[in-house]
């Protein structure tokens, strides 16, 4: 059986044995998978990601959701430090609202 593919350029080239699919729902399982991956990173050129992504019925946000955030107070994970009997504490990071 001749099987190929294509390089990033558009090339076609022949494909590694390991590449090629021994049963037919192994073909399927790596098919599924390639069309998903495709689709996620948004180039399915036949599918219309806009009218989704516009749509605010499509987001998973509820009010008990936002009320859990807007409440959350940022918290500080403070270590206790031996030094010479002294105890300091030590600023080791940060639990809550992040700023991105």
């Known amino acids: 059986m001749l099987s190929y593919r294509r390089a990033p350029n558009?090339?076609?080239v022949?494909?590694?044995r390991d590449d090629i699919?021994?049963?037919k729902e192994e073909g399927e399982k790596r098919w599924r998978w390639e069309m998903e991956m495709r689709f996620l990173k948004g180039a399915d050129y036949n599918f219309d990601y806009k009218t989704v992504d516009e749509n605010d019925e499509y987001d998973d946000w509820n009010e008990e959701q936002e009320r859990y955030f807007d409440e959350e107070e940022p918290e500080w994970i403070?270590?206790?430090d031996e030094d010479g009997g002294?105890?300091?504490q030590k600023l080791?990071?940060?639990t809550g609202i992040q700023d991105f």
């Open 78 to 80: 403070i270590e206790d």
């Open 21 to 23: 699919p021994t049963t």
């Open 10 to 12: 558009g090339e076609i």
């Open 92 to 94: 080791q990071g940060e």
């Open 86 to 88: 002294d105890i300091k």
């Open 14 to 16: 022949a494909e590694d």
